[in-house]
Structure formats: structure tokens, C-alpha cells
């Protein structure tokens, strides 16, 4: 993003927690969801287009989706089947394509009532042509509710957020800075990045104080975002900070810091090959929305020769605040990642360990749980072991996970001599002495992809102020044949 965003919240429930209780809230048919309550949830079928499921799947899974009564969970725009006896919930960006889908929802009676949600506020000119289809398809009743639910950005973890993942190389720092770009092109980027920080700071029930960089992008963005935010403030009967479903935002003195820093003001960091968990994840893995996917070899055979080579399985992983491992150690160094997973391997077997034991000294080798727990004496450690056999399972889930992940993770640092990269990218943006020349790394064909090249060369470039030295051109290879090699 050209412009990036840090907000400290007003209030003790973090934006993951308040953005999970609008979408629960939305999915009880816009009424306040109430934890451990007794009754059968009513039974829902959940539409939503790739902007709505990229908002939903980080925060809930499709088991708490099932305890909240959906049955099914189905894009906008793939075909369905009618369902006439149950409810739909929607949730969807007002866009031209997905009004005219739901149209033609309505037209063609899928379901039994429609609770129509949107991501961002939907215009009067498109509320009408859904009022409009509803009335030619005499289905008005049908229609129960509609709201805008100003929920237009996905939360990754308790205190981050991004704008959006779909088209999000519109609103990227190339859209932003490239020289044939429109004015009107631009108008719409500082739009979109508006929309969204509009919505986070509704969700979060609070009017920030706005800091910005001038003369940037970051400044459009800060003056726009300010205008919405005093026309909302001005409207007292239909403001969006003073509703009581929002919480006492508006009344706290305690409003939040929004700083917007341009991008250019730090190009190095982006580029720069890190050493920590959670950003080599990132940076050498598909990793996205808190999903992490994986291919892993089936299995090294000799195939016969001419034979096709054996597909690879993908897997995937969710990294989510569930995960006790990765919220410890997402931040950590790699060799300590390392460290803690063989640590945690021995934890488990150890207690595994135990709980055999016990078994084999109660002569109960092979006896069921039932068996257990219907002994009188001595049988107190052992029933404690059985009764943690799920949180056992789950710790060994975890630590299956971690070894995946962090194996294909060294796989990729020892394959690309990461540990290199990132060691002199240090040392070149602490401006301390180089121990090698550039061109060394640069010229050697083990270490790095093209991409990893390019991305040293220009950490150097952004941090020296300064270009490489005619030896270096003369000597290896020329600026253009260094982009021509990257891509």
C-alpha cells in the first residue's frame, strides 16, 4: 500500500473482537448474538461474493458458522439451487454485477426471506433497482431487511487490518505512482483506501485524530477521510459514532491516533529478506488471509522410466490467534522457532509416554476408556491423563503443523541462502561495514532467485543513496541486464 495505517484502539475490545461481533450480530439477522444461549439457532443460508468471504474466514470457521445456523455458505455468483422454506443472509459489496445477481434472486424466488447486507453503504440509485426488482416480482415481503454494514476491510489479527484482498493491486503503491495515472483514476484509489478506513473506524465506534505526512498521497487520503467523517458527525439523528450499537466511542475521551505515512518514506523495509516466523512465512510461502498453503512431495520412489512424475499434495493451514505456538513464537527469530518445535515434539511424547505407562502398570494395555474409568483405586492420575487426551490431540495437531511449515520454510532458506541476504541487507541499512562486496552475493548463482538479486540491489540503491561503481557494471552485469535476468 502507498499509505500505511496505525491505529491504537479507544476501547479494551480489540478491532478483531469488534468486527467479530458486527458479523455474528449480521448473521443473527442484524440482532445482538447472545453467547451460550439454550435455544436452536434458526437455520440460515449464507450468500456472499469474494469480498465478503475474505472479510469472514479469518475470524470465523465453519464450525462456529454452523453454531450460528448456517447450513450453507455460497458465492453470489455461482449457481445455486432454489431453497424456498429457508432464509438467505447476504453479505456483498454494492456493485453493479452483484445488484443485478440479487435481482435475479429475487425474480427467480430462491428462498423463503432475504436479509440483504452490504460491505460498504450501498447508493439510493441501487437501492432502488432493488426495491424495483422486488415490487415486479412481487416479493416486497420477502425482503426483511437491508443494511449497510461499514465492514470494509479483513482483520488478520487483534491489532492489524488490511484494507482488502481482492483488486488490491488498484490501491497498491505502483496504481498510486504511476506516471500515466489519471486524475480520475486517482480519485477513485484515494476512494477506495478512504471507504475502508471509514469503515474500520465505525466498527471500531470511535472518531480518530488524523496525523499525516503532507504533500503525498497520504495527505489526499487524511483530507478525505476527514471530510466523511465531520459529514457523518454533522448528521446527529443518523450519525454512525453515536448509535448505541457502536459502544460509547464517541464519548470516550480516549479517541485513537490514525498516522498515515506515504510509503516512500521507508522503500527498503518492504524488500528487505527478514528472519522472523511469521514474516518468512509470509514472504516465502503462499500465505494468505491467515492461510498458509503447502505442497508436499508424496513420497520419494524410483518411478519407471518415461513414467509420470507423481503429483505433489497441497495442504493447507490456518494461522490463526487460536494457535497457542504461533501467537508465542510468530514474532521469534527462526532458529528459535526451530528450537521450541522439537521442545514441544518432547513435551508431547513425554506425556504420551506417561499415559502408556500408567495403562501397562493397570494391566489395561488395549482396554477402552469406559473400562478405565469404572476403576476404583489408583486410578486418579490416570484418569486426569485420559481426560487430557483432546487438548494431547490438539497439542499434537499443532506441532505436525509447525514442523510442515517450518521445514518448507528452511527448505526455502537453505535453497536461496536466505540467512545471507538477510545478514548483509542488516548491515547495509545499519550503515555498518560490509564484509563482502555486493557484487559477490550478486554474481553467485547459489544464492537467490533473480528476485532475491534484485531485491538486495535495491536495498543497497534506497539505503547508499548512491549507485554501484562502474567496476561493478564492468565487472558483472549491467543494471538492465539485472532487470532482464529479474524478470
Known sequence: MAAAAAATAAAAASIRERQTVALKRMLNFNVPHIKNSTGEPVWKVLIYDRFGQDIISPLLSVKELRDMGITLHLLLHSDRDPIPDVPAVYFVMPTEENIDRMCQDLRNQLYESYYLNFISAISRSKLEDIANAALAASAVTQVAKVFDQYLNFITLEDDMFVLCNQNKELVSYRAINRPDITDTEMETVMDTIVDSLFCFFVTLGAVPIIRCSRGTAAEMVAVKLDKKLRENLR?????????????????????????????????????????????????????????????????????????????????????????????????????????????????????????????????????????????????????????????????????????????????????????????????????????????????????????????????????????????????????????????
Open 235 to 487: 448528521d446527529a439523528r443518523n450519525s454512525l459514532f453515536t448509535g448505541d450499537t457502536l459502544g460509547a466511542g464517541q464519548f470516550s475521551f480516549q479517541r485513537p491516533l490514525l498516522v498515515l505515512v506515504d510509503r516512500n518514506i521507508d522503500l527498503a523495509t518492504p524488500l528487505h529478506h527478514t528472519w522472523t516466523y511469521q514474516a518468512l512465512v509470509h514472504d516465502v510461502l503462499d500465505f494468505h488471509l491467515n492461510r498458509v498453503n503447502l505442497e508436499e512431495s508424496s513420497g520419494v520412489e524410483n518411478s519407471p522410466a518415461g513414467a509420470r512424475p507423481k503429483r505433489k499434495n497441497k495442504k493447507s493451514y490456518d494461522l490463526t490467534p487460536v494457535d497457542k505456538f504461533w501467537q508465542k513464537h510468530k514474532g521469534s527469530p527462526f532458529p528459535e522457532v526451530a528450537e521450541s518445535v522439537q521442545q514441544e515434539l518432547e513435551s508431547y511424547r513425554a506425556q504420551e509416554d506417561e499415559v502408556k505407562r500408567l495403562k501397562s502398570i493397570m494391566g489395561l494395555e488395549g482396554e477402552d476408556e469406559g473400562a478405565i474409568s469404572m476403576l476404583s483405586d489408583n486410578t486418579a492420575k490416570l484418569t486426569s491423563a485420559v481426560s487430557s487426551l483432546p487438548e494431547l490431540l490438539e497439542k499434537k495437531r499443532l506441532i505436525d503443523l509447525h514442523t510442515n511449515v517450518a521445514t518448507a520454510v528452511l527448505e526455502h532458506i537453505k535453497a536461496r541462502k536466505l540467512d545471507v541476504y538477510f545478514e548483509y541487507e542488516e548491515k547495509i541499512m545499519s550503515k555498518t561495514t560490509l564484509d563482502k562486496s555486493l557484487l559477490d552475493i550478486i554474481s553467485d548463482p547459489d544464492a537467490g532467485t533473480p528476485e532475491d538479486k534484485m531485491r538486495l540491489f535495491l536495498i543497497y540503491y534506497i539505503s547508499t543513496q548512491q549507485a554501484p561503481s562502474e567496476g561493478f557494471y564492468q565487472d558483472g552485469l549491467s543494471s538492465g541486464q539485472l532487470w532482464q535476468h529479474y524478470h
